[in-house]
């Protein structure tokens, strides 16, 4: 059996869990609930405007069940799916929601249960944790510096608000530091995509598609070309960052991103010193492989190099529709596209499909 490594893969962890059903009386995104239409489904509403009173019922966030909770349901799906080892991550909208002050009992807390969730099976599962980012500085630079020390824990995972000012706010600058120093990757993960009014009245018609297919993924691209632009990449040569769904439209925009600068007179002085994007692309960033084409991936594999894109799976999200089918369809297109991405050179799908990740992030 070929060794296969998913390092895109969310879980909540059920003390999570909990929180999030403590907020279904006052419908506070993020919440766990029933409706009075279909008092027997429960339902995950996580991201912005998901519970509105024009949602069709099939687009009120999402049914959830054990496999968003249980690991041994994640265990079952590795198996089922190849999968040797996983990367899990808290799924967002993480801690982004907590009140200032639980911030840090509470990242600590998820983060013990996850590592704790590891050692369950052990070699099998690493994860990237949660920082506490409604907390202070000191909570956020304590808790990076206390995952560097979990046996399980190999990074972060966060989305693109930062402290709320987004990720090129200058008050970050202390967690890229600890960050880097402690030798922790950052994975970054669309949660808010973009505002509703951009889809248009019809917008809700259209399921989660427009969201989760174009916002998602425009969401990343903007949060870390704000990075790059901002110059965190200039100060923090080491930082490393993993974006979702292969770097959201970055590796198709990036020439164009340059041009605009080149073009733009508020860079002109400056621009000597600039890091270029493409170096940042094959120095600090890495890409996963949950994109969906060959088209996509390649595009992926193009910007960063084979040696820094990673399978993934995004696992809960995006089960088969269908009852009972245990193949998910999101899962076998990943490999599809891994597969006519490389055509006979083996020993580079070999990289993206665990090479990269066990060398990365010292899963062996
Ligand atoms: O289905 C969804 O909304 C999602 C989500 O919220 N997060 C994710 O990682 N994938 C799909």
Redesign the pocket.
């Known amino acids: 059996m070929p060794r296969i490594i998913d390092i895109h893969t969310?879980i909540y962890p059920p003390s999570y869990i909990k929180i999030l059903q403590s907020r279904a009386p006052a419908k506070q995104i993020p919440y766990i609930a029933t409706f009075p239409d279909a008092p027997n489904n429960h339902r995950l509403i996580?991201?912005p405007d998901e519970d509105s009173e024009s949602t069709p019922s099939t687009s009120r966030g999402?049914p959830v069940g054990p496999s968003y909770w249980d690991i041994s349901q994640k265990i079952k799906f590795m198996d089922d799916h190849g999968i040797t080892q996983s990367v899990i991550s808290l799924?967002?909208p993480w801690l982004d929601f907590v009140e200032p002050e639980k911030a840090a009992e509470t990242a600590r807390s998820v983060n013990d249960e996850i590592d704790e969730v590891c050692g369950w099976y052990e070699g099998r599962l690493f994860a990237f944790g949660t920082l506490p980012l409604s907390g202070s500085i000191r909570d956020i630079v304590g808790e990076v510096e206390r995952l560097a020390t979990l046996p399980h824990l190999r990074g972060v995972v966060f989305g693109t608000s930062g402290l709320g000012k987004g990720l090129d706010d200058p008050a970050l600058e202390p967690v890229y530091q600890a960050l880097e120093a402690t030798n922790q990757l950052i994975f970054l993960?669309p949660?808010y995509g973009l505002p509703n009014s951009v889809y248009g009245p019809r917008g809700n018609e259209y399921g989660?598609v427009l969201?989760?297919a174009l916002g998602?993924p425009l969401e990343t691209t903007i949060a870390v070309t704000r990075m790059y632009l901002s110059g965190v990449f200039d100060r923090f040569p080491k930082l490393e960052v993993l974006l979702?769904h292969s770097g959201g439209t970055l590796p198709f925009l990036a020439g164009r991103i340059e041009s605009c600068i080149a073009h733009d007179a508020h860079f002109f002085k400056e621009e000597e010193k600039r890091r270029g994007i493409w170096d940042v692309l094959k120095t600090n960033i890495y890409l996963d492989a949950v994109i969906y084409s060959e088209v996509g991936l390649k595009a992926a594999i193009d910007a960063s190099g084979a040696d820094r894109v990673m399978f993934g799976t995004?696992h809960p999200?995006?089960p088969p529709l269908g009852e009972g089918e245990s193949e998910w369809l999101s899962v076998k297109t990943n490999y599809q596209a891994i597969d006519k991405a490389f055509g006979d050179d083996k020993s580079a799908a070999e990289l993206v499909l665990s090479g990269n990740a066990a060398r990365l992030l010292r899963l062996d």
């Open positions: 969310h996580i991201l999402r799924a967002n993960h949660h989660h969201p989760l998602f979702a995004d999200f995006f």
